[in-house]
């Protein structure tokens, strides 16, 4: 499985290196899961501005995705008030949907 997942994370790795430099997006808005990470990553080191979208499905606990943006997300919101004790430079918009 292990090895499956990290073969999968490498494709995606590329292939987001790959739409980055053809379409020079200068901000990426996400709501995340395993798969935006690469694209967040290599946005970051390339000059976009990172806006983050914590899910609305977690109303207390972070997701994993969530606490590895957070770190260098230029913007980062969250649809529960809750969540602004995880996050607490966090923007608090309710539910975006």
Request: hydrophobic share 45%; aromatic share 16%; glycine share 8%.
């Amino acid at each position: 499985y292990m090895f499956k997942y990290i073969c999968k994370v490498t494709l995606n790795t590329l292939k987001s290196l790959g739409i980055f430099l053809k379409v020079r997006p200068k901000a990426i808005v996400t709501t995340g899961a395993h798969t935006a990470m690469p694209m967040c990553i290599i946005g970051k080191l390339l000059g976009a501005k990172i806006i983050f979208i914590e899910t609305y499905a977690n109303v207390y606990a972070p997701t994993g995705t969530g606490r590895f943006v957070y770190k260098f997300a230029d913007k980062f919101i969250v649809q529960w008030e809750e969540m602004k004790e995880v996050y607490e430079d966090s923007i608090y918009l309710g539910g975006v949907f």
